[in-house]
């Protein structure tokens, strides 16, 4: 991207960002957050490394262990990475021509 076109945008979402109510911030986090780890756990597993994503913990108890501030950071999920012990079971998945369709 050229720097005059990085220098507009950045402009254009500085300007903007402050003014986004916190509950789109938080999801526009979500989305951006999920998409990285998704990305991380596939670069992961082509290195030999598995992972697991976690969502289910006490985000409060996080924030607090890790004296985040709460009003500028949403934990989002957790994520292991490592090699597994045991072999893990296979996972069942629908084909995709049961559960998509293109018009």
Do not use: C
């Not at 949403?74 to 049961?98: F, N, Q, T, Y």
């Amino acid at each position: 991207m050229p720097k005059e076109i990085r220098d507009k945008q950045v402009t254009q979402i500085l300007s903007m960002y402050p003014h986004i109510p916190r509950e789109l911030k938080i999801e526009i986090a979500k989305i951006d957050a999920s998409l990285f780890a998704m990305q991380l756990m596939l670069v992961a597993r082509a290195h030999g490394y598995d992972t697991n994503p976690m969502a289910g913990f006490e985000r409060d108890q996080v924030v607090s262990a890790f004296e985040l501030d709460d009003q500028r950071y949403v934990p989002v999920m957790i994520l292991s990475i490592g090699k597994a012990k045991d072999k893990g079971h296979e996972s069942v998945r629908l084909p995709s021509e049961k559960v998509t369709f293109w018009r």
